[in-house]
Structure formats: C-alpha cells, structure tokens
C-alpha cells in the first residue's frame, strides 16, 4: 500500500511545478566538543539559517519518550522554542522510548498551534538491536510500534499535518549485514507498512575506505532506498548525509586527493540531482520517485570529526542555492 496522500498532506508542495524532486535542509546538532545545552543548539540553528535562507528543518532528539513542551529538558525547551520562534518550521521528533499516550498529547499540542511534525521512533535501529541488545530495536518490537503509531496518528483530528518516518542506517547495511544477514533492513519494514516515508542516514566518510579516492556513489548510497522502493512501495529520503572532505587536513582526514574542495563541491551536485531524478542513476531506478527530502548533517560528529557543507565554501554555496529553489523542508 503506498501512503501518498499522507505523505503530501504533511510535506510542502513544491514551489513551481517544475521543481520536482526533494527538499534540502540542514541539520543542526550539538554533537562532539559543543554544549549539549538547548541555547547552543538554538545557536546553531540560527547560524545556518542565516547561512542558506528559508526554512532549514528543525530535528529535537529524544533519548527516551516523545517529548512534550512542559518537560524541563533540553529535546521539551527546543519544542517550546520550535513552536514559538518558527511556527514555519516542520520539526522532526526523534525518540527511543514508546509511549502511545505521550504521543497523542504531542500531537494535540501541535495541532492546536498547526504545526507540522515528523516522528521517527528508534533513530538509526540497526546496531541498537543487533550490536547493543536494545529491546526497542528488536525488529518485532520495532514494527509492533510503528502499526500502535500510525493507529495513533491516523485516530487523530491533525494527521495531516503528521508524518510517521521510518529511518534506518546505511553504515550499517553497507558494512555489517554481509556478516550479520539476520540484520538486513527488510527486518524492519513489512507489507502495507505503516510509515508514510523510510529515511536513510549516508555518510562517505567516516564509512568507506578513503584509499578508493572518491566520495560514495549515488547508487552506493540509494541503492537500497531503491530496494524498499521496488519491494514495498515506499517512499524514501535522506535522512542525514555528510562526509569529511580529503583536503589533507583536519580532524579525521585521511587522504589528500581533494585539496581545494572541487571534488566534494561537485559530488554535492551530483548527490542532489540523483535524489531529484533516480533513474540517472542506473537502469535499475527506473520508475524510483525522487527523495522526499535531503538532510545535510550540519555539524560535528561524537569524534569532532568535520562533515558539514562549509567545509569548502563553493559547496554551501552550491546547496543554498539549492534550498532556496525549494519549498520549505518537511
């Protein structure tokens, strides 16, 4: 069963009708060295829209329950801050935690204020499950919460401003599932799945061996959005993407086969016009929808490894213009 009209409902329409093909955004994290404190992750926002223009996206994690704008914490402060200083905005909630009920209250505070969300439950599932034990990840109990959830979302009065997005991690299918089959992502996906949208998070490197002396492919990593595409009818999007650039200098640089840049500038273009039209990929992406949405990972990782886009100004500059082609970011 495809989804398409709640995923159209909740994700802005293009802006011209020859703007097919995905929304850019930019992900602002505290991730690494900066304080994990709500006003740093304010202040990176802000940064970034300064940087690219319009609507960029607002993504508040949860280390646990779906958060609510009364919980004195970081992910309920950005809530409250989301709603108050960019209504505009859709915000992505991402949490560890099932509960149904914490649920409907969030989603009756954003439909009171006509907001736009998107809920992913278990961020990244793979290696929660299949490397740390996480009972929540476990592929049953994964897609036992997402048939509780969208039963929630669709019994309730705003579900059209709703997304319910599945996101899994291409580090780990592209490394591990050769050695741990059991884990491959088929596991969490099923017939008529409840999400409207599968995301996956992409990252060149860290991730692929630098010695191959250029960034990741469009097929190495939508190949297997094509997949779910093909077997299951979903629709997909990029739900981070990054790398660090081999300019021979930096934190995690290994390679100095892209010195000025003009490598990762280009491939930034290349990645965004596969999103937007799949079948250049290949033959095998024939009748493949564009991306939903692209995310660029905007910051540092855990390690204060460098992936985002200003790196090499002429690649920002590439992707602002980009964005500003665009409707605002679901």
Known sequence: MLLAVAVVAAFPAPARADDA?????????TQGSPPDTPEEHIRQYDRHRANYGGPIGIRIFSGGRPPLPTDNNRPGRLLAWAANDHPEETITVSHKTRDDARLRRLLDWAHARKLRLSIIYRHEAQPDWFQ?????????????????????????????????????????????????????????????????????????????????????????????????????????????????????????????????????????????????NPATIDASYAGMPPALFVKWWGALDADDQDLSLEQVPAAAAVYRGLMRRRAPLP
């Open 21 to 29: 093909g995905p929304v850019f955004g930019v992900i602002a994290s």
């Open 132 to 276: 740390d034990g996480r009972e929540g990840a476990r592929p049953d109990v994964y897609r036992a919460t997402y048939r509780a959830y969208k039963a929630v979302i669709q019994a309730h009065p705003g579900r059209e401003r709703v997304t319910l997005e599945k996101n899994l991690m291409w580090f780990w299918q592209y490394h591990h599932v050769k050695t741990k089959p059991e884990s491959d992502w088929r596991r969490y996906v099923e017939r008529n799945d409840p999400a409207d949208v599968l995301s996956w998070d992409t990252y060149s490197f860290p991730g692929m061996p630098t010695r191959q002396g250029h960034y990741a492919t469009p097929h190495d990593f939508f190949q297997y959005a094509r997949d779910a595409w093909n077997e299951f009818g979903l629709p997909w999007g990029v739900g981070e993407i990054g790398t660090i650039v081999q300019d021979g200098e930096g934190k995690g640089v290994e390679r100095a086969w892209d010195r000025n840049g003009t490598r990762f500038t280009a491939w930034v273009g290349r990645i965004a016009r596969a999103a937007r």
